[in-house]
């Protein structure tokens, strides 16, 4: 049971993940995820808790997904706290779990890429962006324009109309002879993603140019080829946005294959 005066209800005073699991209970990226984890804890002021105790929750949450692949969502609040905003001198962090299926993009999909849609709402600058925090409004209303155009998932601009980040997923696009990621410290919005980060390595490793920085959106219409990312869904190409149109990249399809590959039973 959650104390109703948790202060991640009360407030969204506290961080998530969510964790891809293998049919054999790993976590492929969980030291990137705890990683992240624990910068947000700091930058919150939370109290320090032990890798145990996360790892605590996140082995029931494996044990309730029966053997299967599956999500585990692990969130960390500050703990019950009394009114107002002021959090308690000396506050009980709370760490939950939720367990649960993946998500279901279909074969066809992941090979011919998803159609993209130009959200509505800017994705305006905050002190706390690059925090996987729990105040995720915004992107829970884009999500909303989402379903309502039928899009597969919304790209999120910043005031200035450069492309940032899709609703739950991190933006590449090949452009040049490099790949290019939008630069979410410099823009102060988003979420630079766990797999984003992990794809940052993995080209780097394998000699390739990854350029981040802020373009604005008619850039998009140059490149070679888009695709979308997550640390659930993997590689998800993009084959329309608007009224732009791309192939789907051989290369962005071996991306695919090598994150898939992380997630196969051992």
Known sequence: MVDPRDRGLAYGDGLFETLRVTADGSVPLWPWHLRRLLRGARALGLPSLPETRYLSALEEGVAALGGKPGVVKLIL??????RGYLPP?????????QAGPLPAWS???????????LCGEPLHPESLAGLKHLNRLPQVQARREVA????????????????LEATSMNLFARLDGHWWTPDLQ??????????????????TEQGENVVCDLRPLSQLADAQGLFLCNSVVGVLPVRKLAQWQWPVLDSVLQLQHSVDALFLPR
């Open 89 to 97: 001198s000396n506050p009980k962090p709370t760490v939950l779990w």
């Open 186 to 203: 410099a823009a102060r919005a988003g979420v630079a993603g766990v797999m984003r980060e992990w794809l940052d390595e993995h080209l």
């Open 77 to 82: 609040t500050r703990g019950p706290g009394g």
């Open 148 to 163: 309502r155009h039928g899009w597969h998932e919304g790209l999120l601009l910043s005031p200035r109309r450069q492309p």
């Open 107 to 117: 074969h066809q999909l992941r090979e011919q890429g998803i159609v993209l849609g």
